[in-house]
């Protein structure tokens, strides 16, 4: 039983950061579209803007391999 909960735990762990980071992502990117329609220059920032939520994914992924081979 003491796996089974372990192994949810980690699942949530990559699942929520995952959904979060999707929903992040197509907010920041249709913006992101909109500005670089307007202003080209923004691709650089645009590009870094789109790609910090993706660290909330591999947090999720450390968080979740802690959980599975680190605890008990």
Do not use: R
């Not at 920041?28 to 870094?48: D, R, Y």
């Amino acid at each position: 039983m003491e796996k089974t909960l372990m192994a949810f735990a980690a699942a949530l762990a990559i699942g929520l950061t995952a959904l979060a980071t999707a929903w992040v992502q197509s907010k920041v990117g249709s913006a992101g579209a909109g500005a670089l329609a307007e202003k080209p220059e923004l691709s650089a920032t645009i590009i870094i803007l789109v790609a910090i939520p993706e660290t909330m994914v591999i947090l999720g992924f450390v968080v979740a391999a802690m959980i599975l081979f680190g605890g008990g």
